[in-house]
């Protein structure tokens, strides 16, 4: 059954991509609405304006600077482009590039504080509407490479979506019009980290996940009102992960990883499927979804197991009740060591390529989980928490220092170069109608192949 299952993926893959190839300029994607764009896997058609080479000066359409700290990604809707930004008016703890273990900063952030919201123009970078959402001094801690705007915003096209999630939950209309707002009580997290996961909208639901140490939940919120459809709650404490809208041939869900199990929901919030994947003590990546199969991973540096789920459609209570993952009928594969801590994956073409915090890369089969090669070090050496991108037979690795590597697609391990922002850089960037967007510290950076522009 798995084989044959295989094979159809694979087919069904190659005409894909023949697709693909025959109407790219067509296809190429005029939108990014939420965390690593619409289906949340963060690969776009292949487009010859989008760029391969790129520094603070070449191949630049534009940059404005954004003031505050954020590392929540931009997103791009109808020509513009939002994105969100926390100004302190009194010096905090700067982030710095490297791996944090165990606590951080353990206070909140001194001073009164400015939870803003930019949209800027798409084409010219010009700021069409600034918001203030919220003003006053933090309640909680963060983590100290973090921000009070860690939040990715989301747009369904008539409205833009900004989760500060431990402070509220904002609603705007294009122009800039605040249409409601909810309030959001925090609570205490793992080693006062902080919340992280972004939101994701639905048709008429907007879903918000809020993992902690004392009450954690899955919520989903009325899109023109603001107001509560339902909420659930989840026996987790330290998990980050953006949920993701899995539309599957079968049915649409949402689904959760967890430290204590993985699970998924209906769109009435009630439980699905579930099972103990055993996973890392920390889970930060997100879901995707490829070959029909939604992909779950987790991967705490200080853990030994740090799995990989490739997960087919249909399934329904344990999935793993048997405690042997590869022997139940909606586990595709397994792969024990394959996930990352902070970033998360991505499927390109046949492939699942896999970038870890301290500067290496592995890949492996998507539809079978076999080792394509293993662990390979980025040259020069480079730490990473904004997740890979890809277009144009390439995959795209931004590291926290400004230093994008450019690595071939394919079962080889190859970088073809670098690119150097020179700044730190944690989000991860958009991409739409031909642009690249990278938020580095203090500025957004509007990129595109100057030679194909029209």
């Not at 159809?8 to 005409?15: G, L, N, T, V």
């Not at 096209?157 to 309030?183: A, K, M, N, T």
């Not at 090669?373 to 991108?389: C, D, H, I, L």
Request: aromatic fraction near 12%.
């Amino acid at each position: 059954m798995k084989l044959f299952y295989r094979l159809c993926c694979a087919s069904f893959c190659i005409q894909l991509v023949f697709s693909f190839a025959a109407n790219a300029q067509e296809e190429a994607q005029k939108n990014w609405p939420r965390f690593r764009g619409s289906d949340g896997n963060g690969v776009v058609a292949d487009d010859p304006r989008l760029p391969d080479q790129w520094s603070t000066k070449d191949n630049v359409a534009w940059n404005v600077d954004i003031p505050g700290s954020g590392c929540s990604s931009p997103i791009v809707w109808g020509g513009r482009v939002f994105v969100t930004s926390v100004i302190s008016e009194e010096k905090n703890v700067e982030p710095k590039p490297g791996l944090y273990q165990g606590m951080g900063v353990r206070d909140p952030a001194k001073g009164i504080h400015h939870w803003m919201v930019y949209c800027f123009d798409f084409n010219t970078g010009k700021e069409i509407w600034k918001h203030e959402s919220h003003t006053g001094q933090p309640t909680i801690p963060r983590h100290p490479k973090s921000s009070y705007a860690a939040e990715t915003p989301t747009t369904d096209g008539e409205r833009v979506y900004v989760l500060f999630g431990d402070v509220g939950l904002y609603c705007y209309d294009l122009e800039g019009e605040q249409l409601w707002s909810r309030p959001i009580n925090a609570k205490r997290t793992f080693f006062d980290y902080g919340a992280a996961s972004s939101p994701v909208v639905h048709e008429n639901q907007l879903f918000v996940v809020y993992d902690n140490l004392e009450q954690s939940w899955i919520a989903s919120f009325d899109t023109k009102t603001g107001d509560e459809n339902w909420r659930t709650e989840r026996e987790e404490s330290k998990s980050w992960a953006t949920p993701l809208v899995w539309k599957n041939d079968m049915r649409t869900e949402i689904v959760v990883p967890g430290v204590s199990e993985n699970r998924s929901y209906d769109l009435d919030g009630k439980l699905l499927w579930h099972f103990k994947g055993r996973m890392s003590s920390l889970v930060i990546p997100s879901p995707l979804v490829a070959h029909g199969m939604c992909y779950v991973g987790s991967g705490y540096v200080g853990d030994g197991h740090r799995p990989t789920f490739a997960i087919r459609p249909g399934g329904s209570g344990d999935l793993a009740e048997n405690k042997n993952f590869a022997e139940n009928e909606f586990i595709e594969w397994y792969q024990p060591q394959g996930s990352p801590y902070n970033t998360s994956q991505i499927i390109y073409g046949d492939y699942l390529y896999t970038v870890h915090d301290r500067g290496f890369m592995t890949c492996h089969n998507a539809l079978t989980g076999e080792e394509v090669y293993g662990k390979q070090r980025v040259t020069p050496p480079g730490s990473f928490t904004a997740s890979p991108w890809a277009y144009n037979g390439k995959i795209y690795c931004l590291s926290e220092s400004g230093l994008t590597y450019v690595v071939e697609q394919g079962p080889e391990f190859k970088i073809q170069r670098t690119n150097d922002l020179a700044e730190f850089c944690m989000s991860t960037p958009a991409i739409a109608d031909g642009r690249l967007f990278v938020r580095s510290k203090s500025k957004l950076y509007c990129l595109t192949n100057r030679g194909e522009e029209k």
